[in-house]
T-cell receptor, first 108, second 116 residues
Framework: SQQGEEDPQALSIQEGENATMNCSYK?????LQWYRQNSGRGLVHLIL?????REKHSGRLRVTLDTSKKSSSLLITASRAADTASYFC????????FGTGTSLTVIP | DAGVIQSPRHEVTEMGQEVTLRCKPI?????LFWYRQTMMRGLELLIY????????DSGMPEDRFSAKMPNASFSTLKIQPSEPRDSAVYFC??????????????FGPGTRLTVL
C-alpha cells in the first residue's frame, strides 16, 4: 500500500478558516515534504521538514512532524479561494513515496 | 530558468503504438524522476536517475516501459507497445545540489497520455 496516506481525502471550508491535512507513513524517513497541485498542473513544492525537526513554518503554512507516530500535518491558516488545490505529502527515505492527496476546496 | 520541460503536453494514440515522452530537466540538476498519476493509483514513482544513471526502476510497471537519460539535459520514457491502461498523466521532475535525492523536486507540467 501507499507509504504516505493523507486524510481527509477531501476537505471543504469557508474562506478565512484554517485547513488541516494529515499524513501517515510507515517506514523511516530522511525528510517529509508537502506539495500542492492545481488542477491540470504539475506539483509544486511547499515545504520540507527534516526527520529531526518537529515543526516548521512558512508564511501561512505550518507543518508538524511526529516521527514516533510516523505522522505529519499541514495547517493552512486564514485560507483563501486560491488555496483550492490537492495537497500531497511525500516521504523521502530509501525510496520516494507520494501520498494519495487531500483535495481542498476553499469557498469564497 | 524555464523549469522542467516536457513534451508533448498531450498525446493520443492507438493501442499497440509506441509512445515516447520527453523531458528536459532544470539546468544543473543531477537527479531526474518519472512519475505516473491516475485517479485509481495516485502518483507513482516509475524510475529515477542520478547523474544520468538509473538508480531505482522498481516502479516501472512492465517491460513495455523503458527510460533513458543519454545526457544531463534530456530523458525519455518509452512505452512499446502501449495499452489503454497506460492512459495517465506522466510527470517528470528534477532536483539538484548535494544529497540531491532528498531535496525538493521541481515538476514539469506533465504529459497527458490517452491510449485508445
Amino acid at each position: 500500500s501507499q507509504q504516505g496516506e493523507e486524510d481527509p481525502q477531501a476537505l471543504s471550508i469557508q474562506e478565512g478558516e484554517n485547513a488541516t491535512m494529515n499524513c501517515s507513513y510507515k517506514t523511516s524517513i530522511n525528510n517529509l515534504q508537502w506539495y500542492r497541485q492545481n488542477s491540470g498542473r504539475g506539483l509544486v513544492h511547499l515545504i520540507l521538514i527534516r526527520s529531526n525537526e518537529r515543526e516548521k513554518h512558512s508564511g501561512r503554512l505550518r507543518v508538524t512532524l511526529d516521527t514516533s507516530k510516523k505522522s505529519s500535518s499541514l495547517l493552512i491558516t486564514a485560507s483563501r479561494a486560491a488555496d483550492t488545490a490537492s495537497y500531497f505529502c511525500a516521504t523521502i527515505g530509501n525510496q520516494f513515496y507520494f501520498g494519495t492527496g487531500t483535495s481542498l476546496t476553499v469557498i469564497p | 530558468d524555464a523549469g522542467v520541460i516536457q513534451s508533448p503536453r498531450h498525446e493520443v494514440t492507438e493501442m499497440g503504438q509506441e509512445v515516447t515522452l520527453r523531458c528536459k530537466p532544470i539546468s544543473g540538476h543531477n537527479s531526474l524522476f518519472w512519475y505516473r498519476q491516475t485517479m485509481m493509483r495516485g502518483l507513482e514513482l516509475l524510475i529515477y536517475f542520478n547523474n544520468n544513471v538509473p538508480i531505482d526502476d522498481s516502479g516501472m510497471p512492465e517491460d513495455r516501459f523503458s527510460a533513458k537519460m543519454p545526457n544531463a539535459s534530456f530523458s525519455t520514457l518509452k512505452i512499446q507497445p502501449s495499452e489503454p491502461r497506460d492512459s495517465a498523466v506522466y510527470f517528470c521532475a528534477s532536483n539538484g545540489l548535494r544529497d540531491s535525492s532528498y531535496n525538493e523536486q521541481f515538476f514539469g507540467p506533465g504529459t497527458r497520455l490517452t491510449v485508445l
